[in-house]
């Protein structure tokens, strides 16, 4: 099982960006499918999820309104597109997957996830 993560770049606050994230050698269509992002000297935090059996998403508060993930079921492929970037938004960013299903509480931890990508550099600059 392979995550791809792409699509992060260096961007001017206010500026969107969208990122992919495309799964080889499984589906997660009972499963649940997230970003999370790291930033220079923080630790890993959970950014957005998608739970697949119930079709629903979870955003952090800090992102609420200004993300937006997605999911194409026929291409294997998971979305975050970011809207109104701001410079505390510069991270690496993580797509993770599970096929088993997480109840709401648990879609935030990282040990829950089983799969993830490599990471992409988002860069907001003010």
């Known amino acids: 099982v392979q995550l791809q993560a792409s699509g992060g770049g260096s961007v001017q606050a206010g500026d969107s960006l969208r990122l992919s994230c495309a799964a080889s050698g499984r589906t997660f269509s009972r499963g649940v499918m997230g970003w999370f992002r790291q930033a220079p000297g923080k630790e890993r935090v959970f950014v957005a999820a998608?739970?697949?059996?119930?079709?629903?998403?979870y955003y952090a508060d800090s992102v609420k309104g200004r993300f937006t993930i997605s999911r194409d079921n026929a291409k294997n492929t998971m979305y975050l597109q970011m809207n109104s970037l701001k410079p505390e938004d510069t991270a690496i960013y993580y797509c993770a997957a599970t096929a088993r299903g997480l109840i709401v509480s648990s879609l935030y931890a990282i040990g829950n996830y089983d799969y993830w990508g490599q990471g992409t550099q988002v860069t907001v600059s003010s």
């Open positions: 998608f739970r697949w059996s119930v079709r629903d998403t």
